[in-house]
């Protein structure tokens, strides 16, 4: 298979800029932590499973108790229904590979993780359905109906989304899934800002739990801060497709990292501790995000995010967004990621955004150094 040029961008542009970044004001995840203070939330089991740990082969699907723990993250799924991957990533390309084949056609709500437009595009026909950034990113459900074909296999979508930070009501996204369920589609469904709702009380279901068609994938990356530890997930309540995206597994990592695995157990354990923890510091900065975009109205424009730590703002100065990511880069070591990033082959995209990442607590200290350079 040749490698998609398409959809590495944001790869390709971290690596190129990563040495040179003093502020990394685009990153998309949570506070991290270190592995003393996560071990220090671990139970007596964890505790002694990490003191134990032989570096073994470990089960190709994710240590029994590992994905117990994924899957009491959801109402009506077991271990039997979750296959553990290294990062969400994984389990997006295993998804894809096991339900799209040529022939098929997909429907890629955009914008989202590049990858899943990427690889759908590499395997099948895909139409998009654009955000509405006019409207507060909301999604018109009529034109994902529209969308759909009689070849049509799979929606995907992903929401708290990246880079919007927008979140369907709770009503659009059952009127998915009845569509979904009408046609008999797949829904892929890329979770992993889910539990970094703004207000928890706006937390959609699980695409699994809501859905017998449903797929959820999940990761530690986001809202647990812990992307280092590379564990994500897909659950889904159909086991001939968790049969199936297990075998693509294999074709990926033969098994997930041991250490990892008993870090990620300890994690979804105290995950109500260190997801409240983040929500905070996501919350204090986002108060100051947005006194720093009501400081600046002629230059930036933007919708308050609902969920997730990310945000896409409208630069409405006269150079244009990528040529001032360019400028902060590098004249102030500032990383901020622009709409060429988070373009898209299926759909019009605004190309006049950046995004901005707030979830980190050295995130003032970038903010202040923005405001210095734009001054
Ligand atoms: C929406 C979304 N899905 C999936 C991923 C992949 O997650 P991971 O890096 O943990 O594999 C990311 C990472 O940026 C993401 O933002």
């Known amino acids: 298979m040749t490698v998609p040029a398409r959809g590495l961008e944001l790869a390709a542009m971290l690596s190129r800029l990563h040495h040179r970044t003093l502020h990394h004001l685009s990153a998309s995840e949570c506070e991290t932590m270190s592995v003393a203070d996560l071990l220090g939330l671990a139970d007596a089991e964890d505790q002694a499973r990490w003191e134990g740990l032989l570096l073994s082969y470990t089960d190709p699907l994710g240590a029994p108790w590992l994905r117990a723990s994924v899957a009491a993250g959801y109402d009506g799924i077991g271990p039997e229904n979750v296959v553990s991957f290294a990062g969400a990533q994984e389990g997006l390309y295993a998804v894809l590979h096991a339900l799209l084949q040529p022939g098929d056609h997909a429907v890629v709500v955009v914008p989202g993780y590049q990858s899943v437009e990427t690889l759908a595009l590499g395997l099948a026909d895909v ?6 950034a006019a409207d507060g990113w909301s999604l018109d459900i009529d034109a994902v109906a529209a969308a759909v074909r009689p070849n049509t296999r799979m929606l995907c979508v992903s929401f708290p989304n990246n880079p919007t930070g927008a979140l369907l009501p709770p009503e659009q996204f059952s009127a998915l899934v009845t569509l979904c369920r009408r046609h008999g589609l797949w829904l892929l469904s890329d979770e992993v800002y889910r539990l970094t709702e703004h207000d928890p009380a706006r937390r959609l279901p699980a695409a699994a739990d809501a859905y017998e068609r449903g797929v959820s994938v999940g990761v530690l990356s986001k809202a647990y801060g812990l992307p280092g530890l ?3 997930w897909v659950a889904c309540r159909d086991t001939a497709l968790i049969g199936r995206v297990a075998r693509f597994r294999q074709y990926l990592s033969v098994c997930g990292a041991g250490p990892s695995e008993v870090l990620a157990n300890v994690a979804l354990k105290a995950g109500e501790a260190i997801t409240r923890r983040n929500r905070g510091i996501a919350a204090a900065n986002l108060s ?12 930036f424009d933007w919708q ?4 997730g730590v990310v945000g896409y703002v409208r630069y409405a100065g006269a150079d244009g967004v990528e040529h001032f990511v360019a400028r902060m880069a590098e004249a102030a070591g500032i990383l901020l990621l622009p709409a060429s990033v988070f373009r898209s082959e299926v759909a019009a995209l605004p190309a006049d955004r950046f995004r901005i990442g707030f979830g980190r607590t050295c995130f003032p200290a970038g903010l202040a150094a923005l405001e210095a350079a734009i001054r």
């Open 304 to 307: 308050l995010p609902e969920a």
């Open 288 to 299: 100051a995000l947005s006194g720093f975009f009501a400081r600046h109205p002629a230059l």
């Open 127 to 132: 139409s998009g359905v654009a955000l509405d």
């Open 230 to 232: 590379r564990v994500g």
